[in-house]
């Protein structure tokens, strides 16, 4: 269960005016959203002690008008009547929510792990799973200045709003490691084929084979992984290999 990994992830949200750029209609579809931009894929000398980056993916804001509407109503203290018609007025009318996602990477250690919990049990009397996080300090570094290279495009669109989210946030979802590959047991819980070291032809072949979590949703390299191994268990049964050794 060492070397878990989620995903550090750095958020801003800006509300741009309709009229701040005639030249520019952020209308869905738009060359300019749904995209990864990779400029900074890799940092600068001297920003962090390593220069891994992330994508920067802008897009519009999902509509959710009545999760919207209550934001707004509770935003610097409640609100309602006139006032909140002009925000709302204001909020729908006359102004594009975008959003900034920066994908980067979660940095695996051996004190970010799952274990069972020795003093906590699920309504089956199975021990629940326990997570012990320890993010390096990379992960906050990388996104704040990630987060800035974010909120000069925001700025040149003429946004006349733009709120951050924590950088180098943990976030709960594209899980991986904890079973990582590799080709030493001592340090590793699956060979190159995604085989266990110790348990006869036990194949693992989600996220948890994954030695990093790289600065890009793992989805399809989870996909394209499990291919390759299909392919590699294929051969070595069409081959009469009953061992499924290893190459």
């Known amino acids: 269960g060492r070397h878990l990994q989620l995903h550090a992830s750095s958020m801003a949200v ?7 750029r005639p030249d520019l209609q952020l209308d869905d579809p738009h060359p300019f959203l749904g995209r990864s931009v990779m400029d900074h894929y890799f940092l600068p000398p001297g920003v962090s002690s390593l220069a891994k980056g992330g994508l920067l993916r802008f897009g519009l804001g999902q509509p959710a008008p009545v999760a919207q ?3 707004l ?3 610097n203290g409640l609100t309602w009547g006139q006032g909140l018609k002009d925000r709302l007025r204001s909020h729908f009318g006359r102004h594009r929510r975008l959003e900034l996602e920066v994908f980067h990477d979660y940095l695996p250690n051996s004190g970010t792990r799952m274990v069972l919990s020795d003093r906590r049990v699920d309504a089956f009397g199975f021990p629940v799973a326990h997570l ?4 390096d300090p990379h992960h906050r570094t990388a996104g704040a200045w990630l ?3 974010g909120i000069r495009v925001f700025e040149a669109l003429g946004a006349d709003d733009i709120r951050l989210g924590p950088p180098g946030d943990n976030a709960g979802y ?4 904890t079973c990582r590959a590799g080709d030493d047991p001592a340090t590793s819980v699956l060979d190159r084929w995604c085989r266990s070291h110790e348990v006869p032809n036990l194949f693992v072949v989600d996220g948890a084979f994954m030695p990093t979590s790289g600065g890009a949703p793992p989805t399809l390299t989870i996909l394209a992984n499990s291919f390759r191994v299909a392919r590699h268990l294929t051969a070595a049964l069409g081959s009469g290999d009953q061992e499924l050794a290893s190459p």
Not at 132 to 135: A, R, Y
Not at 174 to 177: A, P, T
């Open 14 to 20: 800006a509300d741009v005016p309709n009229d701040a």
């Open 174 to 177: 594209l899980v991986h490691g």
């Open 69 to 71: 509407a209550q934001r």
């Open 132 to 135: 012990d996080l320890d993010p």
């Open 147 to 149: 987060q800035r290279q």
């Open 73 to 75: 109503a509770r935003r």
